[in-house]
């Protein structure tokens, strides 16, 4: 068993890579050692990880032996770790198991996986099995198929509650807006090894996954997978952290809500320009005897509601600029271990073994 302990914060490059997990190609340029590497963020899924475990891993035995699976335990207050510890002698060589200080979040753990992950092609996917491991091979195909750099598994019929849902497609909505993309981002994906390492420049708070990858590239596609309903628990999302999700998009990727203030307060300055004239007219045409007590309260709720909402937009821009600078750490890592190193040779041996397998 070869363990890393490391007390970085958000150094992906310097815990992910180490000598002899990269090939050379005949161009004597580096490529991925592995051909698929499955980033499973873990939180309180202790009850689950054995049989999401048995059935990847089932299922990537008919793709190729050459994967790994990276289970990046966010935390957790059950005993999800232990599990973890417990299975480690069943996996070996496949399985990579790292520990984060505290939660951290689910993006922010994906982006640790990322750093992590040395496939040619990185999975990710949820650890509650709503995520059937069976379509990994269907994803597989189809990115190396259409030469693309992310595919999205996206589910016709969802088997969540209705407001997880609803919250759900909030966070769609804006995704849509902002980056012009119809697809529809989920949590089950496939990328290129070149994808997942372009976003790892991204080192602040904030993360938003789907949002850094649709910055990177355009050769994005969907297609339908099948999704379960969960084996155990439920949701660790609420309505608040969705709306915090999409708050995220909107305030990291565009200047949205500032154009939309600007557009309020243009919108007023034109409605008391035109109030204005028009009560000047009627003054100088004798048709005012006594000011009105409505129209200038009307006229305070409006412009205060309008400041205050400006300053509110503008406050969240600069707490996330101020918590930035202040650089509070993405993630940081308490222990990252890997029971067994694969051999080069061997990785070579596999990897010509199995070229053209899917």
């Known amino acids: 068993m070869v363990s890393e302990k490391t ?20 161009g004597g340029e580096r ?28 299922t990537l035995e008919t793709v190729t032996p050459n994967y790994e699976i990276i289970l990046v335990d966010d935390g957790s207050l059950d005993d999800s770790w232990a599990v973890i510890q417990a299975l480690k002698e069943s996996y070996g060589a496949h399985l990579i198991a790292v520990q984060l200080m505290r939660n951290y979040g689910q993006h922010n753990t994906l ?26 091979p269907r994803l597989f195909s189809y990115i190396k198929q ?14 969540h509650a209705a407001w997880r849902n609803w919250g759900s497609r909030i966070v769609w909505h804006f995704y849509r807006t902002v980056f012009r993309y119809q697809v529809t981002p989920t949590p089950f994906r496939i990328m290129r090894h070149q994808l997942a390492q372009s976003v790892m420049f991204y080192d602040l708070n904030f993360t938003y996954l789907d ?73 100088f045409a004798s048709n005012i005897a006594v000011p009105g007590f409505a129209s200038t309260i009307i006229a305070i709720l409006i412009l205060g509601g309008v400041q205050l909402l400006a300053l509110g937009v503008i406050g969240e821009y600069l707490g996330r600029l101020h918590l930035n600078v202040n650089r509070k750490p993405q993630y940081v890592i308490r222990n990252i271990e890997r029971w067994e190193k694969i051999p080069a040779m061997a990785v ?11």
């Open 31 to 58: 490529r991925p050692a592995l051909d698929l590497s499955i980033v499973v963020p873990v939180y309180n899924s202790a009850g689950t990880l054995d049989s999401l475990l048995q059935r990847i891993s089932s």
């Open 111 to 136: 982006m640790c996986g990322l750093g992590v992950a040395r496939g040619e092609y990185v999975v990710t996917m949820d650890d509650d099995l709503q995520n059937p491991p069976e379509e990994i």
């Open 146 to 159: 259409h030469k693309l750099d992310l595919v999205y598994g996206c589910p016709q019929h969802r088997h």
């Open 7 to 26: 007390y970085l914060m958000k150094a992906p490059t310097v815990v992910s890579r180490r000598d002899g997990e990269t090939q050379k190609s005949n």
């Open 348 to 358: 070579e041996i596999v990897r010509h073994q199995h070229v053209g397998h899917v």
């Open 211 to 283: 949002g850094l990858l649709a910055w990177c590239t355009n050769r994005v596609a969907s297609i339908e997978v099948e999704h379960h309903t969960r084996a155990q628990g439920r949701s660790n999302y609420s309505i608040g952290k969705l709306l915090v999700l999409a708050l995220n998009l909107y305030t990291n990727f565009s200047l949205i809500p500032l154009q939309i203030v600007s557009g309020l307060g243009l919108l007023t300055a034109a409605s008391g320009f035109f109030v204005g004239m028009y009560y000047l007219f009627q003054f």
